[in-house]
């Protein structure tokens, strides 16, 4: 019993010493008894802490951990522990990062921690219009201390406070070490040293002299010291007065306006130009926040210490801004400002304010009054608790300003001055142009009531040097010099028919016909010799004996030639036609296609040109030929498709029927079929089907062939073989029937020419078409029939029984 007793003491023993050597393995003497199989998750988050902070890894520290007595074997277990482990919570933290966002700790490039105070902004709506408020609705405006820089000199240590001894040189040392809540710093072997209530500076000479006592290489110079803030204290603080008042923690190095930004900035009635910072139960420093807004001082945004409260009182005067100033809204006065400091808050009038005196809506006891500050005024008027500031607009006229516009170099607005002439405006604007009109020019002035009235002036005596024609301008006048071009009417002629740019032109004086004809690239190689041109007719006089509209000249050309001997002159307003030669048709051709001797494209010879003839011209049918599967394709013409989109259907506006048809024919059918019974004009040259062709035509012959297809709704498309003397239901029953959406009773046929033919009913009796070789049968789909619904049924039989209750009520 006593050794079993022995051996757990002993375990449990050795399980601590794990567990001490896993909480600072680095610092730790002796390794010679770490069994890393024994340690926990714990264990291993704690030496991955710890080689963090000190800026090392599991490799850099092989050498340490071999000459403290850790085995080969155990440190190669260790290195795979900690990858494995650091693996598992860099998934994880990636994990909790994409599911929802993660506060850490916040920590620089260089080390230093801080413990990250956050606080959600919201947009202030009851105070936007107060200056400063935007201050601190911005979140990224937070005034946090910047961990990157280096530590100030005059940084007062205290507890929480974190700080990164290292010796390095001959002797290494190296450790993190918190500042307890008493004040005092642990260093190993060196003993505890009290830093609490010392700067940073005064503590690095203490620290260094205590370790030079230990490390004799630190006395003599062979090794170094350094002392570095590695984690920094949270202090906390007390606001009062603000828009979110309370007890915050925040960093030892924040700032007044660190902390205001944290409280989001003064309150609904809080003062921005009086915030008082209270520390030890005195006023230690009053922050005045326009200094920054309005010139960039921030002397008072001094440093925070522990327990320290910020006060922010009611204002005391607030004055309203309104109109055209740069930044206008309500800003709080100090005693003493004027309203040229007013001014420069609200950082001056803008372009377009009227600076020559200021209306201001003041506050008695009973009653609003308003009262005027002139310019002169701005350095000494005292703006009063209340004062509504209104800055107008310029007015939107001039005082100097004239015009002079038309047929002038230079037309434009010009300064006025007094005794300023026409002559005089007239030079500034570089004087008249070639086409101006000297007997008259206008102007346009404007009374004292505002009305204006025309006055006119004689340019030529006016620039001539007579004084009582050279009138004296007015502000505001309106100067117009007209141009003789203005009083032109605009002169055009048309020219139509065989020339290549038919259209409407600008007349010129003396233009000719060849002039014209030229202008327009000359005549086509259709153009006849005949020429008629109409001329309208101008008289004074109505004659009601001559019903003549126009004056008709008919002339004659030579064709082909835009130039001719005999030039004639043309007038405004002529319509010129040169007609088109009585024959002048280029050849045309049609397509002989399939079973003919020589199938290809044939020219039309004449104008009657007939099926017999061309498919003769192409040597006649083969051997192979379908006399009964010829037919002609004529392709479907743009005009026949503008016709159907004319024609009224009488549609209602949301039926699309009238387009489904234009596109069937525009994209899908594209050309229409014309049958031909070859048999019959082989017999008779004037049977109808002897059909007179058109250019773009195609003759198709079929090759015979004696199968039938069946498409549509079948079982089975398939095409089958003819048989003599089989007939219509016979080739349906050979696919296996029409399918369950057949419609067999509307089965059509369509023959190889293209003609088709429909079965037919009498009463009981069905006739079906005739089916010939290379023939196709078709069997539509049923159309969708809506069933009545339960509603429509009992609809019908009410109206059914109140039709048999007039029946009977009828024969009574």
């Given at each position: 019993?006593?050794?079993?007793?022995?051996v757990?003491?002993?375990?449990?023993?050795?399980?601590?010493?794990?567990?001490?050597?896993?909480q600072?393995?680095?610092?730790?003497?002796?390794?010679?008894?770490?069994?890393v199989?024994?340690?926990?998750?714990?264990?291993?988050?704690?030496?991955?802490?710890?080689?963090?902070?000190n800026?090392?890894?599991?490799?850099?520290?092989?050498?340490?951990?071999?000459?403290?007595?850790?085995?080969?074997?155990?440190?190669?277990?260790?290195?795979?522990?900690?990858?494995?482990?650091?693996?598992?919570?860099?998934?994880?933290?990636?994990?909790?990062?994409n599911?929802?966002p993660?506060?850490?700790?916040?920590?620089s490039?260089?080390?230093?921690k801080?413990?990250?105070?956050?606080?959600?902004?919201?947009?202030?709506?009851?105070?936007?219009l107060?200056?400063?408020?935007?201050l601190?609705?911005?979140?990224?405006?937070?005034?946090?201390?910047?961990?990157k820089?280096?530590?100030?000199?005059?940084?007062?240590?205290?507890?929480?406070d974190?700080?990164?001894?290292?010796?390095?040189?001959?002797?290494?040392?190296?450790?993190?070490?918190?500042?307890?809540?008493?004040?005092?710093?642990?260093i190993?072997?060196?003993?505890?040293?009290?830093?609490?209530?010392?700067?940073?500076?005064?503590?690095?000479?203490?620290?260094?002299?205590?370790?030079?006592?230990?490390?004799?290489?630190?006395?003599?110079?062979?090794?170094?010291?350094?002392?570095?803030?590695?984690?920094?204290?949270?202090?906390?603080?007390?606001?009062?007065?603000?828009?979110?008042?309370?007890?915050?923690?925040?960093?030892?190095?924040?700032?007044?306006?660190?902390?205001?930004?944290?409280?989001?900035?003064?309150?609904?009635?809080?003062?921005?130009?009086?915030?008082?910072l209270?520390?030890?139960?005195?006023?230690y420093?009053?922050?005045?926040?326009?200094?920054?807004?309005?010139?960039?001082?921030q002397?008072?945004?001094?440093?925070?210490?522990?327990?320290?409260?910020?006060?922010?009182?009611?204002?005391?005067?607030?004055?309203?801004?309104?109109?055209?100033?740069?930044?206008?809204?309500?800003f709080?006065?100090?005693?003493?400002?004027?309203?040229?400091?007013?001014?420069n808050?609200?950082?001056?009038?803008?372009?377009?304010?009227?600076?020559?005196?200021?209306?201001?809506m003041?506050?008695?006891?009973?009653?609003?009054?308003?009262?005027?500050?002139?310019?002169?005024?701005?350095?000494?008027?005292?703006?009063?608790?209340?004062?509504?500031?209104?800055?107008?607009?310029?007015?939107?006229?001039?005082?100097?300003?004239?015009?002079?516009?038309?047929?002038?170099?230079?037309?434009?607005?010009?300064?006025?001055?007094?005794?300023?002439r026409?002559?005089?405006?007239?030079?500034?604007?570089?004087?008249l142009?070639?086409?101006?009109?000297?007997?008259?020019?206008?102007?346009?002035?404007?009374?004292?009531?505002?009305?204006?009235?025309?006055?006119?002036?004689?340019?030529?005596?006016?620039?001539?040097?007579?004084?009582?024609?050279?009138?004296?301008?007015?502000?505001?006048?309106?100067?117009?010099?007209?141009?003789?071009?203005?009083?032109?009417?605009?002169?055009?002629?048309?020219?139509?028919?065989?020339?290549?740019?038919?259209?409407?032109?600008?007349?010129f004086?003396?233009?000719?016909?060849?002039?014209?004809?030229?202008?327009?690239?000359?005549?086509?190689?259709?153009?006849s010799?005949?020429?008629?041109?109409?001329?309208?007719?101008?008289?004074?006089v109505i004659?009601?004996?001559?019903?003549?509209?126009?004056?008709?000249?008919?002339?004659?050309?030579?064709?082909?030639?835009?130039e001719?001997?005999k030039?004639?002159?043309?007038?405004?307003f002529?319509?010129?036609?040169?007609?088109?030669?009585?024959?002048?048709?280029k050849?045309?051709?049609?397509?002989?296609?399939?079973?003919?001797?020589y199938?290809?494209?044939?020219?039309?010879?004449?104008?009657?040109?007939?099926?017999?003839n061309?498919?003769?011209?192409?040597?006649?049918?083969?051997?192979?030929?379908?006399?009964?599967?010829?037919?002609?394709?004529?392709?479907?013409?743009?005009?026949?498709?503008?016709?159907?989109?004319?024609i009224?259907?009488?549609?209602?506006k949301?039926?699309?029927?009238?387009?489904?048809?234009?596109?069937?024919?525009?994209?899908?059918?594209?050309?229409?079929?014309?049958?031909?019974?070859?048999?019959?004009?082989?017999?008779?040259?004037?049977?109808?089907?002897?059909?007179?062709?058109?250019?773009?035509?195609?003759?198709?012959?079929?090759?015979?062939?004696?199968?039938?297809?069946?498409?549509?709704?079948?079982?089975?498309?398939s095409?089958?073989?003819?048989?003599?003397?089989?007939?219509?239901?016979?080739?349906?029953n050979?696919?296996?029937?029409?399918?369950?959406?057949?419609?067999?009773r509307?089965?059509?046929?369509?023959?190889?020419?293209?003609?088709?033919?429909?079965?037919?009913?009498?009463?009981f009796?069905?006739?079906?078409?005739?089916?010939?070789?290379?023939s196709?049968?078709?069997?539509p789909?049923?159309?969708?029939?809506?069933?009545?619904?339960?509603?429509?049924?009992?609809?019908?039989?009410?109206?059914?029984?109140?039709?048999?209750l007039?029946?009977?009520?009828?024969?009574?």
């Amino acid at each position: 019993m006593k050794k079993i007793t022995y051996v757990l003491t002993l375990l449990f023993i050795l399980l601590l010493a794990f567990n001490a050597n896993a909480q600072d393995i680095l610092k730790s003497k002796d390794l010679s008894t770490v069994k890393v199989d024994y340690l926990s998750d714990d264990d291993l988050a704690k030496i991955s802490a710890q080689l963090k902070s000190n800026n090392a890894t599991i490799d850099s520290v092989e050498s340490m951990a071999l000459s403290k007595g850790m085995s080969q074997t155990e440190f190669n277990k260790l290195r795979i522990k900690l990858n494995e482990f650091d693996k598992k919570n860099a998934k994880a933290d990636a994990n909790d990062k994409n599911s929802k966002p993660k506060i850490v700790d916040k920590e620089s490039e260089f080390g230093r921690k801080q413990e990250k105070i956050k606080n959600d902004k919201v947009k202030d709506s009851v105070n936007a219009l107060i200056f400063g408020s935007e201050l601190f609705d911005n979140p990224t405006l937070n005034f946090e201390p910047d961990l990157k820089l280096a530590t100030p000199t005059n940084y007062i240590l205290g507890p929480g406070d974190e700080l990164q001894v290292s010796v390095y040189g001959v002797q290494e040392y190296n450790a993190s070490i918190p500042v307890s809540v008493e004040g005092k710093v642990s260093i190993d072997y060196v003993g505890q040293i009290s830093v609490a209530g010392t700067s940073i500076e005064a503590a690095t000479q203490k620290i260094k002299a205590a370790i030079a006592r230990v490390y004799s290489t630190v006395s003599s110079g062979q090794s170094q010291v350094s002392v570095s803030l590695s984690r920094i204290r949270t202090i906390k603080i007390t606001i009062v007065g603000g828009k979110q008042p309370g007890n915050y923690s925040i960093s030892s190095l924040a700032t007044v306006y660190n902390a205001l930004h944290l409280a989001g900035g003064p309150g609904k009635n809080g003062s921005y130009r009086n915030i008082e910072l209270i520390r030890n139960n005195k006023v230690y420093k009053n922050v005045d926040i326009y200094k920054f807004l309005v010139k960039g001082d921030q002397s008072d945004n001094v440093s925070l210490k522990d327990n320290d409260v910020i006060r922010i009182p009611a204002y005391s005067q607030r004055v309203t801004v309104e109109g055209e100033v740069k930044r206008p809204g309500i800003f709080e006065m100090k005693k003493g400002e004027k309203f040229s400091d007013l001014l420069n808050f609200a950082s001056g009038f803008n372009e377009f304010a009227y600076t020559a005196s200021v209306n201001v809506m003041q506050k008695t006891g009973k009653e609003f009054k308003v009262h005027d500050i002139n310019e002169s005024e701005y350095n000494s008027y005292l703006p009063q608790s209340g004062d509504v500031f209104r800055i107008t607009k310029i007015l939107n006229r001039f005082e100097n300003r004239i015009k002079i516009e038309g047929a002038v170099f230079r037309p434009d607005y010009y300064s006025y001055n007094e005794g300023m002439r026409i002559s005089d405006l007239i030079t500034r604007a570089e004087g008249l142009k070639e086409d101006a009109y000297t007997k008259r020019a206008r102007i346009i002035r404007l009374k004292t009531d505002l009305t204006t009235e025309i006055v006119n002036v004689d340019l030529s005596a006016a620039l001539s040097g007579d004084f009582g024609a050279d009138l004296e301008l007015k502000r505001e006048d309106v100067v117009t010099v007209y141009s003789i071009l203005d009083f032109r009417e605009e002169y055009k002629v048309t020219i139509d028919g065989e020339v290549k740019n038919p259209g409407e032109y600008e007349y010129f004086e003396n233009l000719t016909l060849n002039d014209l004809v030229v202008q327009v690239g000359g005549l086509t190689g259709s153009a006849s010799k005949r020429v008629e041109i109409a001329r309208m007719i101008k008289s004074d006089v109505i004659d009601d004996a001559d019903p003549k509209r126009i004056e008709l000249v008919e002339l004659e050309i030579t064709a082909g030639n835009n130039e001719q001997i005999k030039n004639f002159v043309l007038k405004p307003f002529d319509v010129i036609n040169i007609r088109r030669m009585a024959v002048y048709e280029k050849p045309e051709m049609v397509s002989v296609l399939g079973a003919v001797s020589y199938p290809g494209k044939y020219v039309l010879a004449n104008k009657k040109e007939t099926v017999y003839n061309v498919v003769m011209r192409a040597g006649g049918l083969t051997s192979i030929a379908n006399l009964d599967g010829m037919k002609i394709k004529r392709p479907i013409k743009q005009e026949q498709i503008d016709q159907l989109e004319r024609i009224d259907l009488n549609l209602s506006k949301n039926d699309t029927l009238k387009e489904k048809l234009s596109k069937k024919l525009k994209d899908d059918l594209k050309y229409v079929t014309i049958p031909v019974n070859w048999e019959k004009i082989v017999k008779d040259k004037n049977h109808y089907s002897n059909v007179t062709l058109f250019p773009g035509d195609e003759i198709e012959v079929a090759i015979y062939n004696e199968g039938v297809k069946v498409t549509g709704n079948v079982l089975l498309t398939s095409e089958i073989p003819y048989r003599s003397g089989k007939g219509f239901k016979y080739y349906i029953n050979s696919v296996g029937g029409a399918d369950s959406k057949g419609w067999k009773r509307k089965a059509y046929i369509i023959y190889p020419n293209g003609k088709a033919d429909v079965t037919t009913s009498f009463l009981f009796f069905r006739s079906y078409p005739k089916v010939e070789p290379d023939s196709q049968i078709v069997v539509p789909e049923k159309p969708e029939r809506k069933k009545m619904s339960a509603g429509e049924w009992a609809g019908l039989g009410t109206a059914f029984a109140s039709l048999a209750l007039l029946i009977v009520t009828a024969f009574k």
